[in-house]
């Protein structure tokens, strides 16, 4: 079946530093894929998607490139803040028909000053 | 426009009491889901319901767990004779109809003591 697998967390850094978490899936044909944000105690947010393959996701200074080739979706920000510090959950659409949604396990972030 | 709403955000419940979680879709939504995230995991699926009508339960456990969608009123998920290994946090997503794109809700603490 369809699976999502991200790098293990925490991942620590400090302000301004370069961020990657890592994300590969396994599916039947090319799903649309998702990166979402879920800070403490609250709901997940969708940060950013890719609908087909080269795609380029992007917002708030969060970047992730569907690649086919290797089967990823990585995360990426040249400069990370405090305010960062979060679970990112990266995510494929299931496209069995009925639009659920596969998550990764989420990688938490803490970002230090 | 209000966003998926959840009540309550917290519910302590005794082993072998029963468990209502409510959710209200985003206004113009007909299309809701349920995931649960267990301590430290991502999100599974459970169920994915249109108003009176579930699509796709293939996520939800074959006992004690039942949801519905009325055509009026939230979206109720129901957990009867709860035992400890029931304890996560339960959201629910809402899409319009024809869009994959789901938008979260805040999520219910469910903890059975």
Not at chain 1, 12 to 37: D, K, Q, R
Not at chain 1, 47 to 61: I, M, V
Not at chain 2, 79 to 87: H, L, N, P
Request: overall charge neutral; some cysteine; charged content about 20%.
């Amino acid at each position: 079946g369809n699976s999502v697998t991200q790098m293990e967390g925490p991942v620590t850094l400090s302000e301004e530093a370069f961020l990657t978490i890592n994300c590969t899936y396994t599916a039947t044909g090319y799903p649309s894929l998702f990166w979402y944000v879920q800070y403490p105690g609250e709901g997940l947010q969708l940060l950013l998607k890719a609908t087909k393959a080269d795609d380029k996701g992007s917002n708030k200074g969060f970047e992730a490139t569907y690649r086919k080739e290797t089967t990823s979706f990585h995360l990426e920000k040249g400069s990370v803040q405090v305010s960062d510090s979060a679970v990112y959950f990266c995510a494929l659409l299931d496209s069995g028909g009925y639009n659920k949604l596969i998550f990764g396990a989420g990688t938490r972030l803490a970002v230090h000053p | 426009n209000a966003g998926v709403m959840q009540n309550p955000r917290h519910l302590v419940r005794r082993r072998g009491q029963e468990a209502r979680l409510r959710c209200s879709p985003m206004k113009g939504h007909s299309h809701v889901y349920w995931y649960r995230q267990l301590p430290e995991e991502g999100l599974k699926f459970m169920v994915y319901l249109q108003k009176e009508n579930i699509i796709d339960e293939s996520g939800m456990p074959k006992e004690r767990f039942s949801a519905e969608f009325p055509k009026e009123g939230p979206s109720i998920l129901r957990i009867q004779q709860v035992v400890r290994g029931d304890s996560a946090a339960y959201f629910c997503a809402s899409s319009p109809a024809g869009d994959y794109e789901q938008y979260f809700g805040p999520g219910t603490r469910l903890t059975v003591t």
